[in-house]
C-alpha cells in the first residue's frame, strides 16, 4: 500500500491542523492507519491510530484531548486532527499501514507494527 501524507505547516501556538493520510492500491477496510512524529534528536512516537471501519481508535496520553482520527472510506483517506496545538508538538508527522485490526493500544501505537509508511508531513508550531 502506498501513503501519501500532507497538510503540514506552520501554526501558532493554540491553533489546528488537520493532517491528510490517502492511501493508493488497496481498501483500507483491513488495515490499521497510525500516526507517528519524530522531532529532532527524539525517538518516533505514536500518537494515534485508527483501525478496520474506525471502531478501534486510540490516541497517546500525550495527545489525548486535542488530537483525534477519522477516515474517509469513500475517499481512502484518514486524517488526524489536532487542535490547541502546541511548541511541542512540532515535529515531522508520519502515516503508516498495516494490513491488521489490534484491540490493543499496546500494538496499535508501536511504529514497530507497521510495515508501510509515508513520506512525512512537517508540522511547526511557533508564533
Known amino acids: 500500500v502506498q501513503l501519501q501524507a500532507s497538510g503540514g505547516g506552520l501554526v501558532q501556538p493554540g491553533g489546528s491542523l488537520r493532517l491528510s493520510c490517502e492511501a493508493s492500491?488497496?481498501?483500507?477496510?483491513?488495515?490499521?492507519i497510525g500516526w507517528f512524529r519524530q522531532a529532532p534528536g527524539k525517538e518516533r512516537e505514536g500518537v494515534a491510530c485508527?483501525?478496520?471501519?474506525?471502531?478501534?481508535?486510540y490516541v497517546a496520553d500525550s495527545v489525548t484531548g486535542r488530537f483525534s482520527s477519522s477516515r474517509d472510506n469513500t475517499k481512502n483517506t484518514v486524517y488526524l486532527q489536532m487542535n490547541s496545538l502546541e511548541p511541542e508538538d512540532t515535529a515531522v508527522y508520519y502515516c503508516?499501514?498495516?494490513?491488521?485490526?489490534?484491540?490493543?493500544?499496546?500494538?496499535?501505537?508501536?511504529?514497530?507494527?507497521?510495515?508501510?509508511w509515508g513520506q512525512g508531513t512537517l508540522v511547526t508550531v511557533s508564533s
Open positions: 485508527i483501525g478496520g471501519p474506525g471502531r478501534i481508535r
Open positions: 492500491g488497496v481498501s483500507l477496510d483491513h488495515y490499521t
Open positions: 503508516a499501514a498495516r494490513r491488521a485490526i489490534w484491540s490493543s493500544s499496546t500494538y496499535c501505537l508501536n511504529s514497530g507494527s507497521y510495515d508501510s
